[in-house]
């Protein structure tokens, strides 16, 4: 790739213009959008499994149908962004395998258990107000299939988000008990949510060049501060406390500071030793090898199709 090359690519970025699959584009480019869409792809398909866990046992069919409706939504941002990253010239076979092996990475937040209903609200509430802090940027993103899928994406959070709040404000306006399973659920994700956003600044491998090509336009700590001081307001109407002694409102920057993240945690679980790591990647391969006839029916009717004679 030639210096000339690289600064056209660049000036083309510096002038928001969206890059499309068939544009040229740098190596480094392309290979840091198929592991971001990628691993994007792979958390909303994991992402369907703790919550997955509670469909049978929703407490209200009218809570049931909406729990059912998001993780469905979740299941179709997986198949968009797996879409999006075929574009690129990946497989989804390919992306699929290294998911199934171990390979690829995912969300950290996936990796935690949901042992209560409560643990359903906060995972809304929480972690899809994370993921739309988090992903509202990314409906800017450089790479038009990218950018394009994120906007419905991002509706369809917004609407998990408020279902997730909307369950912890019953609980939180319940009885003692139920108002104590909405604290154990925010003690419970809190941390991790925050974890999402990904390493701080200054460990953060990829962010300087993602930023450089405008995939990504606010760093994890901007982002994971946002999300913060969006998010305080919201525990203090429900009458919850964020398990964070250190939290304290910042008059200089308007944001609040918070108190140190656990990173060994976070490293742990992002290399497989999360706490439910194994069971998440045993859940999908038991799915993919369960759905071996389907595949096999409908490339056995593919091939009919297209032997059959004309009338
Ligand atoms: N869980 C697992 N791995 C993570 C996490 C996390 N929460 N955060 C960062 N990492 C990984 C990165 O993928 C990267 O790994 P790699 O270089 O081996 O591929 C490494 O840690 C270093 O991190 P960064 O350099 O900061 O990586 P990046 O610039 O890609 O930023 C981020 C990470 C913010 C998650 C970015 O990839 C992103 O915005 N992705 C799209 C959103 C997304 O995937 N959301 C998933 C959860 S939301 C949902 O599904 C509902």
């Known amino acids: 790739e030639t210096e000339e090359f690289l600064e056209t ?49 929703a407490p209200s069919l009218r809570r049931k149908i909406a729990l059912l409706a998001k993780v469905q939504d979740e299941g179709g941002h ?29 969300s950290s937040i996936f990796n935690y258990p949901t042992p209560t209903w409560a643990d359903i609200g906060a995972i809304g509430w929480l972690v899809d107000g994370a993921a739309i802090m988090n992903q509202i940027p990314l409906c800017r993103c450089s790479f038009g299939p990218y950018a394009r899928a994120m906007i419905r994406v ?21 009885s003692d008990e139920q108002k104590q399973m909405a604290q154990d659920a925010l003690n419970r994700w809190w941390w991790p949510s925050l974890m999402m956003f990904g390493p701080s600044d200054t460990d953060s491998t990829n962010s300087d060049q993602s930023m450089k090509w405008k ?17 305080v307001p919201q525990a203090e109407y429900l009458g919850l406390s964020i398990p964070d002694p250190d939290l304290k409102w910042n008059e200089e920057t308007k944001l609040y500071d918070h108190g140190e993240i656990d990173w060994a945690e976070f490293k742990a679980v992002v290399s497989g030793n999360g706490q439910m790591n194994r069971d998440r990647l045993r859940a999908r391969n038991k799915a993919w090898d369960d759905g071996a006839w389907v595949r096999e029916a409908a490339l056995a009717h593919a ?9």
């Open 9 to 57: 690519f660049q000036a083309r970025i510096d002038r928001e213009e969206k890059i499309e699959p068939n544009d040229p584009m740098p190596e480094g480019y392309r290979r840091t959008l198929v592991r971001q869409i990628g691993q994007h792809a792979h958390s909303e398909i994991v992402g369907m499994l703790p919550e997955g866990n509670w469909i049978t046992r």
């Open 78 to 106: 997986g198949l968009y962004l797996y879409s999006a990253a075929e574009t690129l010239g990946v497989s989804r076979e390919q992306m699929t395998e290294e998911l199934l092996s171990g390979k690829a990475k995912y």
């Open 154 to 174: 991002c509706k369809e959070e917004s609407f998990h988000q408020r279902q997730g709040y909307e369950i912890m404000m019953t609980l939180a306006r319940g």
């Open 215 to 231: 995939i990504k336009r606010f760093s994890n700590d901007e982002l994971r501060q946002k999300f913060i001081t969006a998010t």
């Open 303 to 311: 091939g009919k199709c297209a032997n059959r004679q004309p009338t």
